[in-house]
DNA sequence: TTGTATGCGTTATCAA
DNA sequence: TTGATAACGCATACAA
């Protein structure tokens, strides 16, 4: 690939007048200017990043690291940022967690190499202080996305409002049981639970952390006793699924039991009967935190903490 | 962040020493080894992925150029090469084209500009020589997955041979009347038709290239008169939009109609009806194609192109 | 307005 | 076994 070197040498002229005129500077004679241009064209010239970035100026490259890209929520997460990204000339390197939290810190020694201008993540472990340790070794701004993590600046919604929001449209529409199915203690659960105990329900909730699907069923089966069950799912995935063991079941829907998941995946609404459930604003989660994300870079130094909690939305259908 | 000349400082020995410890290279004194080490340890160093690749030798980057990672199919595909790429040392920038050609082409710009060391693409057109001109400016291997592309290596599910296939399971289903939904002119279209067209029913089977859930509806209506109606949809999603619709128009699964989609995601065998589908070797492909691609790395020069279709199968649920 | 010189952090070549 | 030195491609400071 052609160098600015080579095109000095072939325009008659230096170097760095190369590296002006490529960089727009206008301090160039117009016919200097032009020649360099048409090799630049030419040879169809492509800046070579890693010289650019090892110069010390930008990599304009953003790490993004998520849990699991498989998971439809997150695919949708990823493309709003690459999205967002692009559009500020910033280029994405990829990881994949799969919420295994060595890989989360592997991973974070890999995007220092390639000194990435920022972080962009999906911290596994809300709560845990990790990741205040791992900002301050990278020495690059870091932004949560989605999830909020300790001593990071965090968009993202509030997860536990949302359970909030879920157990109070469940106990509106009638049910009296309630069960979460979800990957772990979570922030959702809390909410939810919190919720129901206000609400005077709080002995009537369990908490079901899903392995595989004869769990499902089995935790179903043993819930179900007389009262309507009010079933929160951690993600809609999980929402399908249930309603699948239900049916198995021969359990009616929203009848017997309630169904609402998370993520209002694209899927819910055509499923049957049409999952409800809780929606995030992922283009404008994505937007912030890329813009956080390059106020940071572009003002480095300390800064206060972002703490942007975005509001869930009940996506109600008829599974509840 | 810590460099190899400052190390060099610390351990009092000079910075091809420091390299040559990082890299491994026996011929060094024990002790001088174990004082680089232990310094580099101590301060945390990682290598400059920018100086590295600068100097000559790889990126150990991969650029992987999507057409829609919001795709369920494509965001397994994402993940895993993610995953095999890294089993091989690989980082992965990620591009979304959005099906946008315009974008494939300014996206494998940028991926000149970080000198990439090979290219992962699922080109929009199969059939266009694009691929051929870029491949050739790229001067980095390119292997093309899930689709072949004319004058790539390419390693993909032979598409036509799936629509034959779901034509015959379609046929010995005992429908007679046929329908294909899909974005646009597609291969798995070309292979339906010309087996249905073989099996006799050349003249019953129709193309609709969809836009929105409306449209479908309004085809689904035309398309069902008397005979019974075999439907192939070019992706889970149509199907899952198809099987919605005819619940719409209360017409009978699998008996006045049967919905065949494309990709096996993981949520049609939730589905009520179960969606039957095409399952395509996904973990295959990737294994295959970064495999491909770093044989093709490490072994530059004209080389063969690399024509390796996989094959689909059917996987049979209520649908059908 | 243009060119010369220097440095970024590596690897590689060559001497010592 | 170790250390000087050059080179990769660019941006920047400085000189002309």
Same mark, same amino acid.
């Given at each position: 690939?052609?160098?600015?070197?080579?095109?000095?040498?072939?325009?008659?002229?230096?170097?760095?007048?190369?590296?002006?005129?490529?960089?727009?500077?206008?301090?160039?004679?117009?016919?200097?200017?032009?020649?360099?241009?048409?090799?630049?064209?030419?040879?169809?010239?492509?800046?070579?990043?890693?010289?650019?970035?090892?110069?010390?100026?930008?990599?304009?490259?953003?790490?993004?690291?998520?849990?699991?890209?498989?998971?439809?929520?997150?695919?949708?997460?990823?493309?709003?940022?690459?999205?967002?990204?692009?559009?500020?000339?910033?280029?994405?390197?990829?990881?994949?967690?799969?919420?295994?939290?060595?890989?989360?810190?592997?991973?974070?020694?890999?995007?220092?190499?390639?000194?990435?201008?920022?972080?962009?993540?999906?911290?596994?472990?809300?709560?845990?202080?990790?990741?205040?340790?791992?900002?301050?070794?990278?020495?690059?701004?870091?932004?949560?996305?989605?999830?909020?993590?300790?001593?990071?600046?965090?968009?993202?919604?509030?997860?536990?409002?949302?359970?909030?929001?879920?157990?109070?449209?469940?106990?509106?529409?009638?049910?009296?049981?309630?069960?979460?199915?979800?990957?772990?203690?979570?922030?959702?659960?809390?909410?939810?639970?919190?919720?129901?105990?206000?609400?005077?329900?709080?002995?009537?909730?369990?908490? +079901?952390?899903?392995?595989?699907? =004869?769990?499902?069923? *089995?935790? %179903?089966?043993?819930? #179900? &006793?007389?009262?309507?069950?009010?079933?929160?799912?951690?993600?809609?995935?999980?929402?399908?699924?249930?309603?699948?063991?239900?049916?198995?079941?021969?359990?009616?829907?929203?009848?017997?039991?309630?169904?609402?998941?998370?993520?209002?995946?694209?899927?819910?609404?055509?499923?049957?009967?049409?999952?409800?459930?809780?929606?995030?604003?992922?283009?404008?989660?994505?937007?912030?935190?890329?813009?956080?994300? +390059?106020?940071?870079?572009?003002? =480095?130094?300390?800064? *206060?903490? %972002?703490?942007?909690? #975005? &509001?869930?939305?009940?996506?109600?259908?008829?599974?509840?």
């Amino acid at each position: 690939m052609i160098t600015m070197t080579e095109i000095a040498k072939l325009a008659h002229v230096s170097q760095p007048t190369v590296s002006r005129v490529l960089n727009g500077n206008m301090n160039v004679a117009p016919e200097i200017r032009e020649r360099v241009l048409a090799c630049a064209k030419e040879h169809d010239y492509q800046i070579n990043a890693l010289a650019k970035g090892l110069q010390g100026s930008r990599t304009n490259l953003m790490g993004v690291l998520l849990t699991d890209i498989s998971n439809g929520f997150f695919a949708d997460v990823a493309k709003a940022i690459e999205t967002e990204a692009r559009k500020r000339g910033y280029s994405i390197i990829l990881f994949n967690s799969n919420y295994n939290t060595e890989s989360e810190r592997e991973y974070l020694d890999v995007v220092r190499r390639y000194r990435v201008d920022g972080v962009l993540a999906v911290p596994i472990r809300e709560t845990s202080m990790m990741w205040r340790e791992y900002a301050e070794k990278l020495d690059v701004p870091v932004v949560a996305v989605t999830r909020s993590a300790n001593g990071l600046d965090s968009v993202y919604v509030d997860h536990a409002e949302a359970g909030g929001m879920v157990a109070g449209h469940l106990v509106r529409r009638g049910y009296e049981n309630f069960l979460f199915i979800g990957k772990e203690y979570d922030s959702k659960y809390i909410g939810f639970h919190r919720k129901l105990s206000e609400l005077g329900y709080g002995d009537r909730a369990a908490n +079901v952390v899903y392995q595989d699907s =004869p769990q499902i069923t *089995e935790a %179903l089966r043993g819930a #179900l &006793h007389g009262r309507r069950l009010g079933i929160f799912a951690g993600n809609d995935i999980y929402g399908l699924r249930i309603l699948s063991a239900l049916r198995e079941l021969q359990v009616s829907v929203p009848g017997e039991a309630g169904v609402i998941g998370f993520d209002d995946t694209m899927m819910s609404r055509y499923l049957n009967p049409s999952l409800s459930s809780v929606s995030q604003p992922i283009a404008r989660m994505a937007q912030k935190a890329v813009s956080r994300l +390059v106020y940071r870079i572009e003002h =480095p130094g300390p800064c *206060e903490l %972002l703490d942007d909690p #975005l &509001h869930a939305e009940l996506v109600i259908r008829q599974s509840t």
